[in-house]
DNA sequence: AAGAAATGCTCCC
DNA sequence: TGGGAGCCCTTTCT
């Protein structure tokens, strides 16, 4: 830094006893010379500035450069305050001790130290046990409760990467659905508005249709009945039904017809659901609004509806899987709401599921519908038990890292369609784990029915947090999506749970497409395949040949 | 290799 | 009731 030449020698440059490299890097600094010549006194250190701010700005107004302050204290990046410091320290996260707990979000302790994160039952809040003795609970108690399972199954986790595409989308991933008859393709839609339709047997089976959307794709869905076609909805305001083989598409709904007029204006359509009984498609936009698209005509039917507050964005919207006339909603409004699709207007809500914090997500239970869950940025995921039961509040709160992050898709827990018991659920963690010195962010598998925590799922190529996570309804294996990546994960084998340390079987591959800014192809010229920059220490471990999965973690 | 950008929700007035 | 500042574990590119 230019410093390095004023007449008075700043005392900052003194090597603090207890300093690094910073002083050093700086007096190597060889910059332009008539920067240093004309602004020497402006480089001061921080608390001699604070002695001499009124002298120097006093006369005249000349144009300056904004002054350059250099500080070797110890200061908080957090906080800003001096004493302590927080970030990463190696793979492990230190956190602010003024802030409250990153994770539960309570005062008092730090993540590290936080009750719900070395508790066994990964930090369940109980709620409170009611016996209400309406008639629900009758008819709950007589026609629905001989069908739950008694006998928990054995869960079974897809655990290991078997195959992905690195940075197949051009931006990260934002949705992910599996093909309902062709094995093997993965349909993916992409924060720029492209949708990725992968065969995973096959690597170079691959395409992206560019053109469908403008930005966001938000939800990916198929219409039982037709394979043929997908139905998209996107932040661009339309649904589009594509053909899946030729990549032709519909347009079924534009809320903007007229163009761009303001982001106060615009309108994006987020939930999207099948009502398959009256085959329509129902989405819901950032305004709090219903609208429903007749899927045989393709024409919008009715006017829309506000379900939820005005001027609100509704993420999410889930047909009952049991009963399709049920409509669960949920928004940034902090509600999850329940609807008769019969019926609806904002005063004949079934009921309203209040959350402390926008509700990400909201999913009845896969096979019989009779349970909710819900994922909340308040860094809960909620269950509900019975939709026929007391639902003022829910069976059990599940507290679990899954923050909002604006540069990230939204995590929301999803049910694992096979599991006859209706109680694992999978969510993307967003505070990373130290993982014998690597920093990573895995993805866990909850039991719901008692919010222990099953498995946490690493892979030392995915160095990148897995916000979006999708189990197949019939094969045991799992996609998700990490930033710009697709990845296929399959089970070890099947008894995956007794026998942990095994050896893990190879990748069937790895494909890193091209870097697009520059052209440069950089695939596979040297082996590594990480997908985040947090790499250093990881490449370094690797090289070792130190890092298997089966590594207890640091903590 | 440090820095900037992208950009959604909350809080505060 | 709304506009604007501010923000804790990002990721990518320069």
């Given amino acids: 830094m230019p410093f390095a030449s004023s007449s008075s020698r700043?005392?900052?440059?003194?090597?603090?006893?207890?300093?690094?490299?910073?002083?050093?890097?700086?007096?190597?600094?060889?910059?332009?010379?008539?920067?240093?010549?004309?602004?020497p006194e402006e480089v001061v250190a921080e608390e001699e500035r604070k002695e001499d701010t009124a002298d120097e700005v006093a006369p005249g107004n000349r144009k300056r450069p904004p002054p350059i302050t250099i500080s070797l204290k110890k200061v908080c990046k957090v906080c800003k305050e001096a004493g302590h410091e927080a970030g990463f320290k190696g793979a492990t996260y230190i956190d602010c001790p003024r802030k409250p707990c990153f994770?539960?979000?309570?005062?008092?302790?730090?993540?590290?130290?936080?009750?719900?994160?070395?508790?066994?039952?990964?930090?369940?809040?109980?709620?409170?046990?009611?016996?209400?003795?309406?008639?629900?609970?009758?008819?709950?108690?007589?026609?629905?409760?001989?069908?739950?399972?008694?006998?928990?199954?054995?869960?079974?986790?897809?655990d290991q990467v078997d195959c992905g595409l690195i940075r197949f989308h051009s931006r990260r991933v934002t949705c992910l659905e599996f093909h309902p008859t062709?094995?093997?393709?993965?349909?993916?839609?992409?924060?720029?508005?492209?949708?990725?339709?992968?065969?995973?047997?096959?690597?170079?089976?691959?395409?992206?249709?560019?053109?469908?959307?403008?930005?966001?794709?938000?939800n990916i869905k198929f219409l039982p009945g037709n394979d043929a076609m997908l139905y998209t909805s996107s932040s661009d305001g339309t649904v589009s039904c594509t053909d899946v083989e030729t990549g032709t598409t519909t347009l079924l709904l534009d809320l903007n017809p007229d163009g761009?007029?303001?982001?106060?204006?615009?309108?994006?359509?987020?939930?999207?659901?099948?009502?398959?009984?009256?085959?329509?498609?129902?989405?819901?936009?950032?305004?709090?609004?219903?609208?429903?698209?007749?899927?045989?005509?393709?024409?919008?039917?009715?006017?829309?509806i506000l379900?939820?507050?005005?001027?609100?964005?509704?993420?999410?919207?889930?047909?009952?899987?049991?009963?399709?006339?049920?409509?669960?909603?949920?928004?940034?409004?902090?509600?999850?709401?329940?609807?008769?699709?019969?019926?609806?207007?904002?005063?004949?809500?079934?009921?309203?599921?209040?959350?402390?914090?926008?509700?990400?997500?909201?999913?009845?239970?896969?096979?019989?519908?009779?349970?909710?869950?819900?994922?909340?940025?308040?860094?809960?995921?909620?269950?509900?038990?019975?939709?026929f039961g007391n639902l003022e509040y829910p069976s059990r709160e599940i507290v679990h890292s899954h923050d909002f992050s604006?540069?990230?898709?939204?995590?929301?827990?999803?049910?694992?369609?096979?599991?006859?018991?209706?109680?694992?659920?999978?969510?993307?963690?967003?505070?990373?784990?130290?993982?014998?010195?690597?920093a990573l962010h895995p993805i866990d598998f909850i039991d719901t029915s008692t919010g222990k925590l099953v498995a946490e799922v690493i892979d030392t190529d995915v160095t990148t947090i897995s916000p979006v996570n999708k189990l197949h309804p019939q094969?045991?294996?799992?996609?998700?999506?990490?930033?710009?990546?697709?990845?296929?994960?399959?089970?070890?084998?099947?008894d995956w749970q007794t026998k942990k340390g095994q050896e893990r079987n190879p990748k069937q591959f790895i494909f890193r497409t091209e870097k697009k800014s520059?052209?440069?192809?950089?695939?596979?010229?040297?082996?590594?395949s990480d997908i985040g920059c947090k790499g250093k220490q990881y490449k370094a471990k690797k090289r070792q040949g130190h890092f298997t999965k089966g590594d207890s973690k640091k903590s």
Wanted: charged share 25%; with cysteine.
């Fill in 406 to 438: 604006r540069h990230l898709t939204p995590f929301r827990a999803e049910w694992d369609p096979k599991d006859t018991s209706e109680s694992l659920a999978v969510i993307g963690r967003y505070i990373s784990e130290n993982y014998d010195g690597v």
């Fill in 260 to 304: 761009w007029n303001g982001a106060a204006a615009w309108k994006m359509l987020y939930g999207m659901d099948v009502n398959i009984e009256k085959g329509v498609l129902l989405v819901a936009d950032n305004f709090g609004y219903l609208h429903s698209v007749d899927v045989r005509s393709n024409v919008q039917t009715g006017e829309p």
């Fill in 10 to 39: 700043p005392r900052f440059l003194r090597r603090a006893p207890d300093s690094d490299e910073e002083s050093e890097s700086s007096s190597s600094y060889s910059g332009e010379d008539d920067f240093e010549e004309d602004f």
């Fill in 475 to 494: 094969d045991y294996l799992m996609a998700s999506g990490s930033s710009r990546s697709v990845l296929i994960w399959k089970t070890r084998q099947e």
């Fill in 103 to 158: 994770l539960c979000k309570m005062p008092g302790h730090t993540t590290m130290s936080c009750p719900h994160r070395i508790a066994m039952e990964h930090g369940v809040i109980p709620a409170p046990v009611r016996n209400t003795n309406t008639a629900l609970d009758y008819i709950f108690n007589r026609q629905l409760k001989a069908k739950i399972p008694k006998i928990k199954p054995v869960f079974v986790v897809p």
């Fill in 182 to 218: 062709k094995s093997n393709i993965l349909l993916s839609g992409d924060k720029k508005g492209q949708i990725g339709i992968w065969n995973y047997n096959k690597q170079h089976e691959r395409t992206i249709y560019g053109s469908i959307h403008s930005c966001i794709v938000n």
């Fill in 307 to 387: 379900i939820h507050k005005k001027r609100s964005k509704v993420v999410g919207l889930h047909c009952n899987p049991v009963q399709p006339d049920l409509l669960l909603s949920c928004g940034n409004d902090h509600f999850a709401r329940i609807w008769d699709a019969r019926r609806l207007d904002i005063e004949s809500c079934l009921a309203s599921l209040a959350h402390r914090r926008v509700v990400n997500s909201a999913y009845f239970s896969p096979m019989t519908g009779n349970k909710i869950m819900t994922t909340s940025q308040d860094n809960r995921i909620r269950v509900w038990d019975s939709i």
């Fill in 518 to 528: 520059n052209g440069k192809n950089d695939s596979d010229s040297d082996g590594d």
